[in-house]
């Protein structure tokens, strides 16, 4: 998980956001706005500005927020004009939406706010649906509307084409203002502010409810805010039965409010059709004396204060109960809480105003343990403390009368900044003169019931006068004026009235305090005249006051909606100096360790000793002399021949010594046949795998050696306990490295594959591997297990190698190998680390329609399970589906899930005329059977030598080829994100392999598939099937400049595309591998597509043009399997295409990449006389290959 | 790059190249020639020196022999000690092969046990095991092993079976991440000069403020005298496994890392040679 933020107000009004990763407060310098409240989510933070705008953060990402606008351009046939834009008058607009119902001219589009730019000028779409149109896009049809094709035929009569702008959003990492004419229906301005909601639902991406109250206690809901319009478009009022006071809206659908009389409102019927819910339910405050004054929920959670301070933690709350049943009173005092993702808890005590959060939140104890102080320090602290006295004057003085709106005028004038300063220098004198400066200290209250929290009337006060004529105040922080004092006091009560129910807490604070901040309104706003009402109060503190005596901080609203912290999380936030900043720093700090100088020290001291004590003495005898050892253990063997059954046997594994201290061994199978002792065995040097098979029923494992891989028919072996399992992988791999004298990390030109569990496998490539033309036979290749979970690996021959998770988490290898099961000595120690992965398991709902009941679940006694896997053919319940392994938990419930291909209705079902047949998501009367598919996620946790390259999730990732001896500055990186953008990572070295940051390419579609291969070529495949080659791609250029789109074979959608060096090779959706004709280097995009082969499942091209495909169905002599390695072989300069299939390790797997290894075969120059069995042996005088720094030979 | 794996190879490995001669004094039938063989380090004297006793045997009168001992310039060679601690301890410094004297006769009861078989080294073995477990996770994890377990630390110690006896060791060398090491550090602090046969007492690997403790930090508050001030020179070398690890080197990662296969870290200070 990468660091996440959490965002804090202080009682000065200014925004600070924690790091779970820092280890100070930064304070968001970048405006010079104060602020009330903020509340935020993962990707952005809102707020409320002392000036009552409502202002948006949204955080910057090297992934630009786009929007396509896209308009159609109408015209007909005439036999006058040709084409023309002269339409029929019952024609649609020569301009018009998709539908034709919307006029839609180009200069009718504007961007919805200032915070939008254009990215360039309209053009016209020569892509339509993934083919090549004619120049000028246009695509024919008889008449409006009807269907288009892309090329003119005789009775073509009309025909259009689209034109495309994309809009791109430019204010990120700044707080950017909710536009005021979408405010200005609003009455009064806001008060509390609380986003939360996205986990109703993924689509559409990026949605966020967003939930607002109003000084006069009204509730708002903000409407529309989805990752293309991060700024939401309307505010729709959502009545409430009373004056609520503040708000609080979880990530899922809790949404709980407060109202002035201390009752809580309860939201009900929140859904993913309906985030803003339908009803409210009172719920009474915990204390019948005490009223409530806030509250926070999170998904599974309520926490409530009373206006005492007390804290209480509603009992019983989730999503189908959002009342809950009772409340605990817990220990402590704060003034606000709030509550993150993963129902985390911070507070604000009431003692000391610091930030507290609470420990030991997890899903089984959701009301955690204690309560901890976060104690950092903020970035300004060090500098701060030199100039504090003048510092604060400045917060004071700045926050006392003015409010810089930037609504009036976008670009602070110089007037402001010279009105500012001169006011500072005007304070400063008359606190200079005082010896111990009068600290005054503005406090934004987060709502009036804190108000009782300071006052003082001595000092000065800050006041403005208010003027109406113009936005810029004129004066500051002058000397208290009795006038404007009983003027705002006088706003203050006519307000109060005005809002119908003067409750005296409310007036009291202005009243008494009489410091109001007025907000500068402009003429006429209604706005300006209950301004007074803010809550936003200056306060002036006596020394005596103990708050200004204190140096720490003092915050007065915390959100940790964008702040994730799981158990395992250690937080690096607690006393700076203390254990756990140090172990973090021990944890971390893996890189200075590794260079310190004591581990140097101890490293060459014990080669000097070794040498120093044995160096002259190895003909010495050994004093204890080498023997057999043998481990024995009871397992069950999946027997050979028919019928097939699990047999009890005994499992041994005798371990020798060789004379060169090498180890080799046997594994003997001892079963019982007709009462016969028998026993089947395996030299550990011929294994090439071991492959875990964990399910819920049996921890099994299987071995292969060539001759097995050559029968599809592994011996499988299963184990009592997974435990146990584990122990004998982690001993047979250590047994099968060691015969082999691998002993180190993967080298720079290893081959990568992953299966379809997402177990990752490492192979050594000998020289011999790519000799022509007698390779080593792929079936003899040794794979290792390394740790961790991913979909996809991709790497390259300098040592750069990236994976992508299943829930497209971008990782990257760190150079180490173990993790996982590998525990102890088949695993480094050093650059491992904790992997996460999460994946969904569906299921579906059938149902079939009957005359009488309509759909129900009663189906024919032929039908297939009215609960079922896709197929139909398992009975899959929701209660009875388990995660696909005892390594995975759930982490959500089961939901309905509206994303499936085909579309759904509203309650997520699917229509068909029968089981099995094509879906659609609407009914028909010819439809007779309707199902609908369930989601749940579930979670690993495991480890690897991987470590995360937030944020940006991917889907595809390649890696420029190229060959071993290359060196090379930059590596070029190309990836396609999980939204399907495609990015190019600049930074990228063998050094630096996490590169530095993603630029982004701009394209007209979403993307699928991207492959670089030599000098730069970079193809990749649209989401919709469509191929480009990205032209002018070089080492200065790095993203290129244009797409030029390659027509797909005929009929058939292309789905990924791998490039060698020179050769370019495509799988599309139907299995056909593709090869690309006539690519040369003056005609980069090549003349047409030869088909290949067919059942192949992805490709991997690789610096020597070699070709390796996943295959989906490979026979054995004894089995046939799914998912196979195979190389193609008879590939030679001449002949990119080669001539045949060289079958190896399969089934189950899901990719491989040889695209690092650029190992090339020495020449043969009789190869009559080197047979393809002894291809192993390594040809005298050959350099052995590189690892790593290691020479690796056999 | 070195890996820290390799460490425990190393110190697994070392060897110490020895030299083993009849005490003069001892009556043969015929002149003894002397025995040459490499010592592994972390292993027990009596476990190793079958050939040694086999070869001499041959020229001894059966009458004349007692049980079996060694000495090394005067000094009598605790067994209990592991071979590289007696080395460090007693003859770093001095030219190789180890020069060992074997005694028959005369076995001195007042400075070391007797050791019949090696029953008697393995009871030692694991009984130390057991309490630097006892230091390290209160007895934890070796309480909760079988005793299976517990014969293949000792199997593989005794047949020189690295991977055998990591293979359980290495459950003796976890601790949870957030604690930040063992409960204690198993350590012994020998030195030559001392009376006391070694130093051992509970030491954290973290500070009470949570710095990582260095082998510095641990001979300060044992043994001062061997932390010399910058500008004095260097009285004393403090020897693990043959060589100086700097004192700056956390103890926690020396624990796992440098101790012998009976879990202690064993710390030899020794004076600085004049030279």
Same mark, same amino acid.
């Given at each position: 998980?990468?660091?996440?933020?959490?965002?804090?107000?202080?009682?000065?009004?200014?925004?600070?956001?924690?790091?779970?990763?820092?280890?100070?407060?930064?304070?968001?310098?970048?405006? #010079?706005?104060?602020?009330?409240?903020?509340?935020?989510?993962?990707?952005?933070?809102?707020?409320?500005?002392?000036?009552?705008?409502?202002?948006?953060?949204?955080?910057?990402?090297?992934?630009?927020?786009?929007?396509?606008?896209?308009?159609?351009?109408?015209?007909?046939?005439?036999?006058?004009?040709?084409?023309?834009?002269?339409?029929?008058?019952?024609?649609?607009?020569?301009?018009?939406?998709?539908?034709?119902?919307?006029?839609?001219?180009?200069?009718?589009?504007?961007?919805?706010?200032?915070?939008?730019?254009?990215?360039?000028?309209?053009?016209?779409?020569?892509?339509?649906?993934?083919?090549?149109?004619?120049?000028?896009?246009?695509?024919?049809?008889?008449?409006?509307?009807?269907?288009?094709?892309?090329?003119?035929?005789?009775?073509?009569?009309?025909?259009?084409?689209?034109?495309?702008?994309?809009?791109?959003?430019?204010?990120?990492?700044?707080?950017?203002?909710?536009?005021?004419?979408?405010?200005?229906?609003?009455?009064?301005?806001?008060?509390?502010?609380?986003?939360?909601?996205?986990?109703?639902?993924?689509?559409?991406?990026?949605?966020?409810?967003?939930?607002?109250?109003?000084?006069?206690?009204?509730?708002?809901?903000?409407?529309?805010?989805?990752?293309?319009?991060?700024?939401?478009?309307?505010?729709?009022?959502?009545?409430?039965?009373?004056?609520?006071?503040? $708000?609080?809206?979880?990530?899922?659908?809790?949404?709980?409010?407060?109202?002035?009389?201390?009752?809580?409102?309860?939201?009900?019927?929140?859904?993913?059709?309906?985030?803003?819910?339908?009803?409210?339910?009172?719920?009474?405050?915990?204390?019948?004396?005490?009223?409530?004054? #806030?509250?926070?929920?999170?998904?599974?959670?309520?926490?409530?204060?009373?206006?005492?301070?007390?804290?209480?933690?509603?009992?019983?709350?989730?999503? #189908?109960?959002?009342?809950?049943?009772?409340?605990?009173?817990?220990?402590?005092?704060?003034?606000? $809480?709030?509550?993150?993702?993963?129902?985390?808890?911070?507070?604000?005590?009431?003692?000391?105003?610091?930030?507290?959060?609470?420990?030991?939140?997890?899903?089984?104890?959701?009301?955690?343990?204690?309560?901890?102080?976060?104690?950092?320090?903020?970035?300004?602290?060090?500098?701060?403390?030199?100039?504090?006295?003048?510092?604060?004057?400045?917060?004071?003085?700045?926050?006392?009368?003015?409010?810089?709106?930037?609504?009036?005028?976008?670009?602070?004038?110089?007037?402001?900044?010279?009105?500012?300063?001169?006011?500072?220098?005007?304070?400063?004198?008359?606190?200079?003169?005082?010896?111990?400066?009068?600290?005054?200290?503005?406090?934004?209250?987060?709502?009036?019931? $804190?108000?009782?929290? *300071?006052?003082?009337?001595?000092?000065?006060?800050?006041?403005?006068?208010?003027?109406?004529?113009?936005?810029?105040?004129?004066?500051?922080?002058?000397?208290?004026?009795?006038?404007?004092?009983?003027?705002?006091?006088?706003? *203050?009560?006519?307000?109060?009235?005005?809002?119908?129910?003067?409750?005296?807490?409310?007036?009291?604070?202005?009243?008494?305090?009489?410091?109001?901040?007025?907000?500068?309104?402009?003429?006429?706003?209604?706005?300006?005249?209950?301004?007074?009402?803010?809550?936003?109060?200056?306060?002036?503190?006596?020394?005596?006051?103990?708050?200004?005596?204190?140096?720490?901080?003092?915050?007065?609203?915390?959100?940790?909606?964008?702040?994730? $912290?799981?158990?395992?999380?250690?937080?690096?936030?607690?006393?700076?100096?203390?254990?756990?900043?140090?172990?973090?720093?021990?944890?971390?700090?893996?890189?200075?360790?590794?260079?310190?100088?004591?581990?140097?020290?101890?490293?060459?001291?014990?080669?000097?000793?070794?040498?120093?004590?044995?160096?002259?003495?190895?003909?010495?005898?050994?004093?204890?002399?080498?023997?057999?050892?043998?481990?024995?253990?009871?397992?069950?063997?999946?027997?050979?021949?028919?019928?097939?059954?699990?047999?009890?046997?005994?499992?041994?594994?005798?371990?020798?010594?060789?004379?060169?201290?090498?180890?080799?061994?046997?594994?003997?199978?001892?079963?019982?046949?007709?009462?016969?002792?028998?026993?089947?065995?395996?030299?550990?040097?011929?294994?090439?795998?071991?492959?875990?098979?964990?399910?819920?029923?049996?921890?099994?494992?299987?071995?292969?050696?060539?001759?097995?891989?050559?029968?599809?028919?592994?011996?499988?072996?299963?184990?009592?306990?997974?435990?146990?399992?584990?122990?004998?992988?982690?001993?047979?791999?250590?047994?099968?490295?060691?015969?082999?004298?691998?002993?180190?990390?993967?080298?720079?030109?290893?081959?990568?594959?992953?299966?379809?569990?997402?177990?990752?496998?490492?192979?050594?490539?000998?020289?011999?591997?790519?000799?022509?033309?007698?390779?080593?036979?792929?079936?003899?290749?040794?794979?290792?297990?390394?740790?961790?979970?991913?979909?996809?690996?991709?790497?390259?021959?300098?040592?750069?190698?990236?994976?992508?998770?299943?829930?497209?988490?971008?990782?990257?290898?760190?150079?180490?190998?173990?993790?996982?099961?590998?525990?102890?000595?088949?695993?480094?120690?050093?650059?491992?680390?904790?992997?996460?992965?999460?994946?969904?398991?569906?299921?579906?709902?059938?149902?079939?329609?009957?005359?009488?009941?309509?759909?129900?679940?009663?189906?024919?006694?032929?039908?297939?399970?009215?609960?079922?896997?896709?197929?139909?053919?398992?009975?899959?319940?929701?209660?009875?589906?388990?995660?696909?392994?005892? #390594?995975?938990?759930?982490?959500?419930?089961?939901?309905?899930?509206?994303?499936?291909?085909?579309?759904?209705?509203?309650?997520?079902?699917?229509?068909?005329?029968?089981?099995?047949?094509?879906?659609?998501?609407?009914?028909?009367?010819?439809?007779?059977?309707?199902?609908?598919?369930?989601?749940?996620?579930?979670?690993?946790?495991?480890?690897?030598?991987?470590?995360?390259?937030?944020?940006?999730?991917?889907?595809? *990732?390649?890696?420029?080829?190229?060959?071993?001896?290359?060196?090379?500055?930059?590596?070029?990186?190309?990836?396609?994100?999980?939204?399907?953008?495609?990015?190019?990572?600049?930074?990228?070295?063998?050094?630096?392999?996490?590169?530095?940051?993603?630029?982004?390419?701009?394209?007209?579609?979403?993307?699928?598939?991207?492959?670089?291969?030599?000098?730069?070529?970079?193809?990749?495949?649209?989401?919709?099937?469509?191929?480009?080659?990205?032209?002018?791609?070089?080492?200065?250029?790095?993203?290129?400049?244009?797409?030029?789109?390659?027509?797909?074979?005929?009929?058939?959608?292309?789905?990924?595309?791998?490039?060698?060096?020179?050769?370019?090779?495509?799988?599309?959706?139907?299995?056909?591998?593709?090869?690309?004709?006539?690519?040369?280097?003056?005609?980069?995009?090549?003349?047409?597509?030869?088909?290949?082969?067919?059942?192949?499942?992805?490709?991997?091209?690789?610096?020597?043009?070699?070709?390796?495909?996943?295959?989906?169905?490979?026979?054995?002599?004894?089995?046939?399997?799914?998912?196979?390695?195979?190389?193609?072989?008879?590939?030679?300069?001449?002949?990119?295409?080669?001539?045949?299939?060289?079958?190896?390790?399969?089934?189950?797997?899901?990719?491989?990449?040889?695209?690092?290894?650029?190992?090339?075969?020495?020449?043969?120059?009789?190869?009559?006389?080197?047979?393809?069995?002894?291809?192993?042996?390594?040809?005298?005088?050959?350099?052995?290959?590189?690892?790593?720094?290691?020479?690796?030979?056999? | 790059?070195?890996?820290?794996?390799?460490?425990?190879?190393?110190?697994?490995?070392?060897?110490?190249?020895?030299?083993?001669?009849?005490?003069?004094?001892?009556?043969?039938?015929?002149?003894?020639?002397?025995?040459?063989?490499?010592?592994?380090?972390?292993?027990?004297?009596?476990?190793?020196?079958?050939?040694?006793?086999?070869?001499?045997?041959?020229?001894?009168?059966?009458?004349?022999?007692?049980?079996?001992?060694?000495?090394?310039?005067?000094?009598?060679?605790?067994?209990?000690?592991?071979?590289?601690?007696?080395?460090?301890?007693?003859?770093?410094?001095?030219?190789?092969?180890?020069?060992?004297?074997?005694?028959?006769?005369?076995?001195?009861?007042?400075?070391?046990?007797?050791?019949?078989?090696?029953?008697?080294?393995?009871?030692?073995?694991?009984?130390?095991?057991?309490?630097?477990?006892?230091?390290?996770?209160?007895?934890?994890?070796?309480?909760?092993?079988?005793?299976?377990?517990?014969?293949?630390?000792?199997?593989?110690?005794?047949?020189?079976?690295?991977?055998?006896?990591?293979?359980?060791?290495?459950?003796?060398?976890?601790?949870?991440?957030?604690?930040?090491?063992?409960?204690?550090?198993?350590?012994?602090?020998?030195?030559?000069?001392?009376?006391?046969?070694?130093?051992?007492?509970?030491?954290?690997?973290?500070?009470?403020?949570?710095?990582?403790?260095?082998?510095?930090?641990?001979?300060?508050?044992?043994?001062?005298?061997?932390?010399?001030?910058?500008?004095?020179?260097?009285?004393?070398?403090?020897?693990?496994?043959?060589?100086?690890?700097?004192?700056?080197?956390?103890?926690?990662?020396?624990?796992?890392?440098?101790?012998?296969?009976?879990?202690?870290?064993?710390?030899?200070?020794?004076?600085?040679?004049?030279?």
């Amino acid at each position: 998980m990468p660091s996440t933020l959490l965002w804090a107000v202080d009682v000065y009004g200014r925004a600070y956001r924690l790091s779970t990763a820092g280890q100070q407060w930064e304070h968001c310098r970048d405006a #010079h706005l104060e602020f009330k409240r903020v509340t935020a989510a993962l990707q952005c933070c809102w707020s409320i500005a002392c000036d009552h705008n409502i202002y948006l953060c949204v955080h910057g990402s090297e992934v630009p927020i786009r929007f396509r606008e896209e308009t159609y351009e109408n015209q007909r046939w005439n036999p006058v004009d040709g084409f023309s834009d002269r339409l029929l008058p019952s024609d649609r607009w020569q301009w018009s939406d998709v539908t034709g119902l919307q006029h839609q001219p180009l200069d009718s589009f504007q961007p919805p706010s200032e915070n939008w730019e254009w990215e360039a000028d309209w053009y016209v779409d020569e892509n339509f649906g993934g083919e090549p149109t004619e120049k000028g896009g246009w695509t024919y049809a008889i008449d409006f509307p009807a269907t288009y094709t892309k090329d003119k035929k005789w009775n073509s009569c009309v025909r259009r084409r689209r034109w495309l702008r994309y809009r791109r959003y430019k204010s990120q990492d700044t707080w950017a203002k909710i536009p005021l004419e979408q405010t200005g229906s609003l009455p009064d301005p806001f008060n509390d502010i609380s986003c939360g909601g996205w986990e109703i639902t993924e689509e559409p991406r990026g949605r966020i409810s967003l939930w607002a109250v109003s000084l006069q206690g009204r509730v708002w809901f903000r409407d529309g805010i989805v990752h293309f319009n991060p700024e939401g478009s309307v505010w729709e009022e959502v009545p409430t039965p009373g004056e609520v006071v503040q $708000i609080s809206c979880g990530p899922a659908d809790l949404l709980w409010g407060v109202l002035w009389e201390g009752q809580f409102l309860v939201r009900e019927g929140i859904t993913r059709d309906c985030p803003k819910g339908t009803t409210w339910v009172v719920v009474e405050s915990p204390s019948p004396e005490v009223g409530a004054i #806030h509250v926070a929920v999170g998904v599974n959670v309520v926490w409530a204060v009373t206006k005492d301070h007390k804290v209480w933690f509603r009992r019983g709350v989730n999503s #189908h109960n959002p009342c809950g049943s009772g409340w605990i009173g817990m220990v402590g005092e704060m003034l606000m $809480i709030n509550v993150g993702l993963n129902d985390q808890v911070w507070g604000i005590s009431c003692e000391d105003r610091a930030v507290h959060f609470r420990q030991g939140v997890t899903v089984s104890e959701l009301s955690g343990k204690a309560w901890k102080a976060v104690s950092v320090p903020r970035d300004s602290e060090r500098s701060h403390s030199s100039a504090s006295a003048s510092s604060l004057q400045s917060a004071g003085c700045f926050f006392g009368g003015e409010v810089r709106l930037q609504s009036q005028t976008s670009d602070l004038s110089d007037v402001d900044s010279e009105t500012e300063k001169a006011a500072a220098e005007r304070v400063l004198p008359s606190s200079d003169a005082d010896e111990a400066p009068k600290k005054r200290i503005p406090k934004v209250t987060s709502d009036s019931f $804190i108000s009782e929290l *300071v006052s003082d009337r001595e000092g000065q006060i800050g006041q403005r006068t208010l003027t109406q004529a113009t936005s810029i105040p004129e004066e500051e922080c002058a000397e208290g004026d009795t006038e404007g004092k009983d003027k705002a006091a006088t706003n *203050v009560l006519h307000s109060s009235s005005q809002s119908g129910s003067p409750d005296p807490q409310w007036s009291n604070v202005d009243l008494e305090e009489a410091q109001t901040h007025l907000t500068v309104g402009t003429g006429g706003d209604p706005a300006a005249d209950t301004c007074s009402l803010s809550s936003v109060v200056t306060y002036n503190l006596g020394t005596e006051e103990p708050y200004g005596s204190d140096d720490h901080p003092l915050w007065a609203w915390v959100s940790g909606g964008g702040c994730y $912290i799981d158990s395992h999380s250690q937080l690096p936030w607690f006393n700076s100096t203390g254990l756990a900043s140090s172990m973090q720093a021990m944890s971390l700090s893996i890189t200075p360790a590794q260079t310190a100088a004591w581990r140097k020290q101890i490293f060459e001291q014990l080669s000097e000793r070794s040498k120093r004590e044995m160096e002259n003495f190895r003909h010495y005898e050994q004093a204890i002399e080498q023997s057999v050892w043998v481990k024995k253990g009871s397992m069950q063997w999946w027997r050979d021949w028919k019928p097939h059954k699990w047999l009890d046997v005994q499992f041994a594994l005798e371990q020798f010594s060789g004379s060169e201290g090498n180890k080799d061994g046997i594994l003997f199978i001892y079963y019982t046949f007709n009462d016969e002792k028998k026993y089947l065995h395996a030299f550990i040097n011929e294994v090439t795998i071991l492959v875990p098979v964990l399910n819920n029923t049996k921890h099994t494992f299987a071995i292969y050696t060539p001759e097995r891989t050559k029968q599809r028919w592994p011996i499988r072996l299963a184990a009592a306990t997974e435990l146990e399992m584990y122990d004998w992988l982690a001993l047979l791999s250590l047994s099968c490295c060691d015969s082999r004298g691998i002993q180190s990390p993967p080298s720079k030109q290893a081959i990568w594959s992953v299966t379809c569990k997402g177990d990752i496998f490492v192979s050594e490539p000998t020289p011999g591997l790519e000799a022509s033309p007698y390779p080593t036979p792929c079936d003899q290749m040794f794979w290792c297990q390394v740790g961790g979970h991913l979909r996809i690996v991709e790497c390259n021959s300098l040592g750069v190698v990236w994976g992508i998770g299943y829930d497209h988490t971008a990782w990257v290898h760190t150079g180490g190998y173990g993790g996982g099961f590998f525990q102890g000595l088949a695993s480094s120690t050093d650059n491992i680390y904790t992997q996460t992965d999460v994946k969904t398991v569906y299921i579906y709902e059938n149902q079939r329609w009957n005359p009488v009941t309509g759909y129900t679940n009663k189906g024919l006694p032929t039908d297939r399970y009215m609960w079922s896997d896709a197929s139909g053919l398992k009975e899959c319940t929701k209660s009875n589906t388990k995660p696909p392994s005892p #390594h995975w938990s759930w982490v959500s419930d089961w939901a309905i899930d509206y994303g499936v291909s085909g579309g759904t209705d509203r309650e997520g079902w699917q229509y068909a005329a029968d089981f099995p047949a094509s879906y659609h998501g609407h009914k028909t009367l010819k439809d007779f059977v309707r199902r609908r598919r369930w989601a749940r996620k579930c979670k690993l946790t495991t480890t690897g030598p991987w470590q995360e390259v937030p944020p940006i999730p991917l889907s595809d *990732v390649t890696i420029l080829p190229c060959g071993p001896k290359t060196t090379m500055e930059q590596v070029p990186l190309w990836a396609i994100s999980s939204k399907g953008d495609v990015l190019c990572r600049l930074g990228v070295s063998s050094l630096t392999p996490a590169g530095t940051s993603w630029l982004h390419v701009g394209t007209d579609q979403p993307f699928k598939s991207v492959s670089i291969g030599g000098v730069y070529q970079v193809w990749a495949v649209a989401r919709d099937g469509s191929t480009f080659y990205r032209g002018a791609v070089s080492s200065q250029n790095p993203a290129g400049d244009c797409w030029y789109h390659i027509p797909s074979p005929a009929a058939q959608k292309l789905k990924q595309v791998s490039v060698g060096r020179t050769s370019v090779y495509a799988v599309d959706e139907n299995g056909n591998l593709w090869y690309r004709h006539g690519v040369t280097p003056s005609y980069p995009q090549g003349s047409l597509w030869e088909h290949i082969s067919n059942n192949v499942r992805k490709v991997s091209v690789g610096p020597l043009d070699q070709v390796w495909i996943i295959a989906d169905k490979v026979q054995g002599s004894h089995s046939l399997s799914c998912g196979t390695v195979c190389r193609r072989l008879g590939v030679q300069p001449l002949e990119p295409k080669g001539q045949s299939w060289d079958y190896g390790i399969g089934g189950g797997w899901d990719h491989i990449t040889v695209r690092g290894n650029a190992l090339e075969a020495p020449r043969i120059l009789m190869p009559s006389l080197t047979d393809s069995g002894n291809s192993r042996v390594m040809p005298h005088g050959l350099q052995p290959p590189e690892m790593n720094g290691n020479t690796v030979g056999h | 790059m070195a890996d820290d794996k390799d460490v425990l190879r190393d110190v697994w490995f070392g060897r110490i190249p020895a030299c083993f001669m009849l005490y003069p004094d001892e009556v043969t039938e015929r002149e003894a020639e002397p025995f040459y063989l490499l010592l592994p380090r972390i292993s027990y004297l009596t476990l190793v020196t079958d050939k040694v006793k086999k070869h001499f045997l041959k020229v001894l009168k059966a009458e004349d022999v007692e049980e079996m001992w060694f000495e090394y310039e005067g000094t009598p060679l605790k067994w209990h000690y592991p071979i590289g601690v007696l080395f460090d301890l007693h003859a770093s410094n001095t030219a190789l092969p180890w020069s060992i004297t074997v005694h028959f006769k005369h076995f001195p009861d007042r400075d070391l046990l007797r050791c019949s078989s090696s029953v008697v080294i393995e009871a030692h073995f694991m009984s130390t095991v057991k309490e630097a477990d006892a230091f390290k996770h209160k007895s934890q994890v070796i309480n909760d092993m079988q005793k299976k377990d517990h014969k293949q630390l000792w199997m593989g110690l005794q047949n020189d079976k690295f991977d055998q006896f990591w293979a359980i060791n290495r459950k003796l060398m976890e601790y949870p991440t957030e604690e930040g090491g063992f409960r204690y550090i198993p350590f012994r602090i020998y030195q030559t000069l001392s009376d006391r046969p070694f130093i051992q007492k509970p030491f954290r690997p973290v500070s009470s403020e949570g710095h990582a403790h260095t082998l510095g930090d641990l001979l300060k508050e044992m043994c001062p005298a061997a932390v010399c001030q910058d500008d004095d020179p260097k009285k004393y070398q403090v020897v693990i496994h043959g060589i100086e690890p700097l004192f700056e080197t956390p103890i926690q990662w020396l624990s796992e890392h440098l101790s012998y296969p009976d879990n202690f870290l064993h710390i030899c200070i020794i004076p600085a040679p004049n030279d």
